[in-house]
């Protein structure tokens, strides 16, 4: 049976993270916000707990889960090599961000990093997820809290969509902040390479390292090919239909047509445009289409139209991170 417990997100009460912490001690898996996205949880030093979570996604044992601390103390026992970075860290921790360091611990069993001599890690600012970390002792194994190559859950409507019945508990704490996952920055290599845009926006990092190398997968959509990073090879994020991403909007007209039986993702200032459509967010407010973006692909699925269109962005600030999830999210993309 899942329990689904209400939280406020600033002031949780204590007893309800009590309750979680005691079940991640027990060895289970549990569901709770981040300021990200929907997090699915273990403790990371429990290698059969850690187990469950990629039974439970049906995540592949190839694409490593991100390690969740609440303090430095919990970096010094799992990383290596952080401290010419703590100025860095301490910037945006607790924050979306998550770096790769070499892994130091021989705590962390293989399982959460498949087997990589590295580790990803992130201090999460959500107060819920912050004061669970620290109530139950341990760094959290947590991706993000739906089926494999679903789009992320960002409210528990969608948590439960893909796991009731199969965790004992889910926190709710309504809406999570940015609604896209956390940049993740590779700080072993001999330059800082982004794995994935995020929340942190690359303009921000470039400021601190100029060197950042911005691979170019990280701008393409379904990667063929040897992936450089892990979990690049799958297709993410996507809805149950299919998903035509339209970045050069002047053949919009024309992807209407070819496809009439639709329902478009579209911007505020656009929605005039479309008889069909769900609006995502406003261009005056990029942070608004980060945060609906991954609920308004699973409501278009959910319209009974046989495809979904989503209109593109430019690559700016947070909406670099939208396209880079859209890109992926995608079975067609018009340039
Ligand atoms: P999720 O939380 O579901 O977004 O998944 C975690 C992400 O972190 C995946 O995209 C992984 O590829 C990435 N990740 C986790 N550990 C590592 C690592 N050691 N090196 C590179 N990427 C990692
Ligand atoms: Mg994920």
């Excluded at 190559?149 to 965790?167: C, L, Q, W, Y």
């Excluded at 940049?183 to 400021?207: A, C, N, Q, S, Y």
């Excluded at 690559?315 to 992926?328: D, H, P, S, Y």
Aim: aromatic share 8%; net charge neutral.
């Amino acid at each position: 049976m899942t329990r689904v417990l209400k939280v406020d997100p600033l002031f949780p009460d204590e007893k309800v993270l009590k309750e979680a912490a005691e079940l991640l001690r027990n060895g289970e898996v549990i569901i709770f916000p981040t300021e990200t996205v929907y997090g699915i949880g273990a403790d990371a030093y429990n290698e059969e707990a850690c187990k469950k979570i990629f039974k439970l996604k049906e995540r592949p044992a190839d694409n490593p889960l991100i390690v969740h601390i609440h303090s430095f103390k919990q970096l010094e026992e799992i990383a290596e090599g952080y401290e010419p970075h703590l100025d860095f860290l301490k910037k945006f921790w607790p924050g979306p961000l998550t770096v790769i360091f070499r892994k130091k611990s021989e705590k962390i069993p293989p399982v959460v990093t498949a087997d990589l001599p590295t580790v990803a890690v992130r201090m999460p600012a959500h107060p819920v997820a912050l004061k669970l970390i620290e109530l139950f002792g341990h760094p959290i194994a947590a991706p993000s809290a739906n089926i494999s190559g679903r789009p992320s859950a960002t409210n528990v409507k969608h948590v439960i969509e893909d796991f009731m019945g199969k965790v004992k508990l889910i926190i709710d704490a309504g809406d999570t902040p940015f609604g896209l996952e956390s940049t993740i920055v590779d700080l072993t290599k001999e330059k800082p390479v982004l794995l994935r845009p995020g929340p942190v926006e690359v303009e921000r990092l470039k400021e601190l390292f100029p060197e950042l190398v911005v691979p170019d997968f990280v701008r393409k959509g379904n990667f063929k090919g040897r992936p450089l990073a892990p979990g690049m090879k799958y297709r993410h994020y996507a809805p149950l239909k299919p998903l035509i991403l339209v970045e050069d909007l002047t053949k919009m007209e024309e992807v209407l047509k070819k496809y009439p039986d639709h329902v478009v993702i579209c911007v505020e200032e656009r929605k005039e445009l479309y008889d069909d459509r769900i609006v995502v967010g406003s261009l005056k407010n990029p942070y608004s289409i980060a945060q609906n973006i991954f609920s308004a692909l699973r409501e278009a699925e959910k319209m009974g139209k046989e495809y979904i269109i989503v209109e593109g962005f430019e690559e700016r600030g947070i909406l670099f991170a939208v396209m880079n999830r859209l890109r992926k999210a995608a079975t067609e993309i018009v340039r």
